[in-house]
């Protein structure tokens, strides 16, 4: 017969609320991988000298025509606007930060827009290969640094009203009291209680990230010697991002 000891029920505590989170990692990982598994087959067997695969949209034009070329360059256009938008804002919110909000937030901004448009003039990457590189590492460096700094740190709470934490509970979990204490950090097994929609926009923006990667995936086969070894290393890569990610999980749930 067992004794529950605090020990253990906080082990239990930690693993209930993992295995969501590892499913959730594991489920996007295989479907992620087999969408660039169906691209590459697709691009194999569409590719040729008289119509190449650069894109989606010719991925388009040779299975229905013209107008769903058409279609998925629009639809393509439009997310790659979305995606470069989300991607000055959060960019700048975080200089804002590191420049202790000294700087104006609308040239933090404008800053990244600048590198990001002269980063666009490549048109090719067959000679920019240690730039794919070096994001990798900067990206694992990133991680790395953000799970020393959850470990040892408090959270952010001046830089809530920038977070989707003061909707969460109507803000209870990051309004301090009347002595100045804020609230310990709570997690959830599930989505947390927002009283609408918004709980699940953070699982929505995981879903699509977990896909966006794949509308280049014909640009990379177009530009690569061997397409045949796309597949190989794009199983690499995933495999690679899913360790790093579910570790990053593991490390920030046993923290909290």
Same mark, same amino acid.
């Given at each position: 017969?067992?004794?529950?000891t ?6 239990? !505590? ?7 989170? &590892? ?16 691209? @590459? ?8 000298y008289? %119509? +190449?695969? *650069?894109?989606?949209?010719?991925i388009?034009? *040779?299975? %229905?025509?013209?107008?769903? *070329? %058409?279609?998925?360059?629009f ?7 979305? =995606? ?6 959060? !960019?700048?919110e ?27 003039? &490549? ?6 290969? @240690? ?6 590492? &900067?990206?694992l ?14 959270? !952010? ?12 509970? !109507? ?12 609230? +310990? ?7 947390? =209680? ?16 977990? %896909? ?9 086969m177009?530009?690569?010697? *061997?397409?045949?070894?796309?597949l ?25």
């Amino acid at each position: 017969m067992g004794v529950s000891t605090p020990s253990n029920s906080l082990a239990s !505590n930690i693993l209930r609320l993992r295995r969501p989170g &590892i499913a959730l990692y594991t489920v996007f990982a295989g479907l992620a991988g087999y969408s660039g598994y169906l691209l @590459w087959d697709i691009f194999l067997g569409l590719d040729s000298y008289q %119509y +190449p695969i *650069r894109s989606f949209g010719d991925i388009g034009y *040779r299975l %229905y025509g013209p107008w769903m *070329r %058409y279609l998925f360059n629009f639809l393509q256009g439009i997310q790659l606007i979305l =995606n470069v938008g989300l991607i000055v804002i959060s !960019n700048g919110e975080a200089l804002s930060q590191a420049a202790k909000f000294k700087l104006c937030f609308i040239v933090c901004c404008l800053i990244w827009a600048l590198v990001g448009f002269f980063l666009g003039q &490549i048109r090719t990457l067959q000679k920019f290969g @240690w730039l794919a590189n070096a994001a990798v590492w &900067i990206n694992l460096i990133c991680m790395f640094i953000t799970m020393g700094a959850a470990a040892h740190s408090a959270p !952010n709470y001046a830089g809530v009203g920038q977070s989707a934490g003061a909707v969460i509970d !109507n803000g209870v979990l990051v309004t301090p009291n009347a002595q100045g204490v804020f609230p +310990p950090v709570q997690t959830s097994g599930g989505l947390p =209680n927002t009283g609408g929609f918004v709980g699940s926009i953070t699982g929505a923006m995981q879903a699509i990230f977990a %896909y966006g990667g794949s509308m280049i995936f014909p640009e990379f086969m177009a530009e690569m010697k *061997r397409p045949r070894d796309f597949l190989k290393a794009m199983w690499c890569a995933q495999a690679f991002i899913y360790f790093w990610y579910v570790k990053m999980f593991q490390r920030r749930s046993a923290k909290n």
